[in-house]
């Protein structure tokens, strides 16, 4: 059995899969909320590269690169938000992001810890 | 089991090796809690990936990818990471909800796996992989440049549009003013002139300058 682009194909699903399941895992981190896209990204790409080199075209690769510049533009969008949101708040855990609540401490100790609950984390 | 170790050409190794270690250091990169950790099993990922364009026949695109990854974003992370001195991510903790959601993540890419593997004999083979590689005349990069610059004009230019709007994006948002701090401003540094900022005086004895 030899290589094929199945095999590229497999790869990149589990990368995929395995990206999504550390945004779930690691929910509470930003920066490793960016590291998972980036991996995501990266799965993509080995898909698309795969199929171009399957089926003898270039506009896959060149697509590649597309997503490259759209990834790099991400991440630095975002790690400078991320840098400005730290100057402000001491924190870039998505738990302290609590501004925009009307009052966080009462919000959450109150709430009724139900069924239906929003506040019905960890 | 004997077929397989037949087929264990150079290259074959070669996926092997790159795919494994891609797996393992993606289950480290979401798996350990230090984030700079993380972003050091990020780009041996990347270096793997590169390895994997490479036995593809992109050449261009696996060069690109540890310029671009290694040598910028990965250092961009490593650098805003250490800057901002934060602690390990917290324990995970999932609820009922997110394990429902993950199931169903988990659900949809076993359905894709299954998929794939019903249609094997499709994509498998060895007429797939490294034909690019083999007839071409041109190199990979002019291949990428031929049609990069002339059909795919308008979204190439598109995409410098989107680096330079990140850019000065990242520049305003991080650029702040703090009280307190001199600088130098070079036009009011122009403005003056030996009118208005030097006077000659001869102050007598005992007296001093008025």
Do not use: P
């Given at each position: 059995m030899s290589i094929g682009t199945y095999h590229y194909v497999f790869i990149g699903a589990i990368l995929f899969y395995l990206s999504l399941l550390g945004m779930i895992i690691n929910r509470k981190s930003l920066i490793h909320l960016l590291v998972c896209l980036e991996l995501l990204l990266l799965a993509v790409n080995i898909n698309f590269v795969a199929f171009s080199s399957a089926f003898l075209g270039i506009r896959g690769q060149i697509f590649t690169v597309f997503i490259l510049t759209i990834s790099a533009a991400e991440i630095a969008i975002g790690l400078s938000i991320i840098v400005v949101y730290f100057r402000n708040r001491g924190s870039i855990l998505v738990d302290d992001a609590t501004t925009l609540v009307d009052d966080a401490t009462t919000l959450v100790d109150d709430a009724p810890k139900g069924k239906g609950s929003i506040h019905d984390i960890s | 089991m004997i077929e397989f170790f037949n087929s264990l050409s150079f290259s074959n190794c070669m996926f092997y090796m790159f795919s494994g270690v891609i797996i393992l250091s993606a289950v480290a990169v979401i798996s350990v809690r230090n984030p700079v950790y993380s972003v050091l099993f990020l780009i041996v990922t990347f270096i793997n990936a590169a390895g994997l364009f490479i036995l593809l026949g992109a050449e261009f695109i696996a060069f690109l990818m540890v310029i671009v990854y290694v040598g910028a974003v990965a250092v961009l992370f490593l650098f805003v990471v250490m800057m901002l001195n934060i602690r390990n991510r917290p324990l995970?903790?999932?609820?009922?909800?997110?394990?429902?959601?993950?199931?169903?993540?988990?659900?949809?890419?076993?359905?894709?796996?299954?998929?794939?593997?019903?249609?094997?004999?499709?994509?498998?083979?060895?007429?797939?992989?490294?034909?690019?590689?083999?007839n071409e005349t041109v190199s990979n990069t002019e291949m990428i440049g031929q049609v990069l610059y002339t059909e795919y004009f308008y979204p190439f230019q598109i995409a410098g549009l989107i680096l330079f709007v990140a850019m000065i994006g990242s520049i305003v948002l991080t650029l702040r003013k703090r009280a307190g701090v001199r600088r130098q401003v070079t036009s009011k540094q122009l403005y003056r002139t030996k009118e208005n900022s030097l006077i000659l005086t001869s102050p007598k004895i005992g007296e001093g300058v008025q």
């Open positions: - | 995970c903790t999932i609820n009922r909800q997110l394990k429902y959601t993950a199931i169903f993540i988990s659900g949809i890419v076993g359905i894709e796996i299954f998929f794939l593997t019903r249609n094997w004999g499709k994509f498998s083979g060895k007429e797939c992989i490294n034909r690019v590689v083999e």
